[in-house]
């Protein structure tokens, strides 16, 4: 069976500092994978998503990137974090096929002081 | 635009009692409706995907219904419980095999003893 993880969990940094959030799939191949943030209280806002390795595209202009070293790993980062980039960072992957539903990580809290 | 609204916002319930949320969109093209259940500080989980095809679909004590005429789709929960309390986010996908996935808001259930 397929399972996603991401880590840390959770993260408290001061502005200004780097961020790297990772999570990596297991039990499948060539996923479709996606960063989102979800602010407290709303919708999930689509960051990145990759379709392959190498392979990334950004919704949103924002201070973070995303980046694709294997093929069931996405990493997000940051240079220097703003206060506004607090919130529940997801990630996702669905298939290529089918129905193409999405399977969701635990996610990491990331609290920027 | 493509759009997934969701009510009501909140919901408060006692223990054992039926509940509907209601879903609303306007995407094109449609591809298939997810609803998934997002426990607090937790990824969401799926609960029911549905296709253009598909009228209603159950899991346990959750139905899920879909009128692809009227563009509406709802989540009824039996004899709810505790545990039921949760954000409960709708999903529609636009398109097949494509990243596109139009999130609502989301209803945030909550049930008392």
């Known amino acids: 069976s397929q399972t996603i993880h991401q880590w840390p969990a959770t993260l408290v940094q001061p502005v200004g500092s780097p961020l790297s959030l990772e999570c990596t799939v297991e039990?499948?191949?060539?996923?479709?994978l996606y960063w989102y943030r979800q602010a407290a209280g709303r919708g999930l806002q689509l960051l990145f998503y990759?379709?392959?390795?190498?392979?990334i595209s950004s919704e949103v202009p924002q201070n973070l990137s995303a980046s694709r070293p294997q093929d069931r790993q996405f990493i997000l980062s940051s240079k220097k974090l703003l206060l506004s980039d607090s919130g529940f960072y997801l990630c996702?992957?669905?298939?290529?096929?089918?129905?193409?539903?999405?399977?969701f990580g635990p996610g990491t809290r990331l609290t920027v002081l | 635009k493509n759009q997934v609204e969701q009510s009501p916002q909140s919901l408060i319930i006692l223990e054992g009692k039926n509940c509907t949320l209601q879903?609303?969109?306007?995407?094109?093209?449609?591809?298939?409706l997810r609803w998934y259940k997002q426990d607090t500080g937790r990824g969401p989980v799926s609960l029911t995907i549905?296709?253009?095809?598909?009228n209603t679909k159950s899991n346990g004590r959750y139905t899920a219904t879909l009128d692809a005429d009227t563009k509406q789709s709802s989540l009824h929960i039996t004899a709810s419980q505790l545990s039921d309390s949760a954000s409960y986010i709708c999903v529609v996908s636009a398109g097949t095999g494509t990243y596109k996935y139009i999130f609502g808001t989301g209803t945030r259930l909550k049930v008392l003893a």
């Open positions: 039990g499948t191949s060539n996923p479709n």
């Open positions: 549905m296709t253009f095809s598909e």
């Open positions: 996702a992957w669905s298939s290529k096929r089918g129905y193409n539903e999405q399977f």
């Open positions: 879903c609303n969109y306007t995407v094109s093209p449609f591809s298939n």
């Open positions: 990759s379709v392959g390795i190498g392979q």
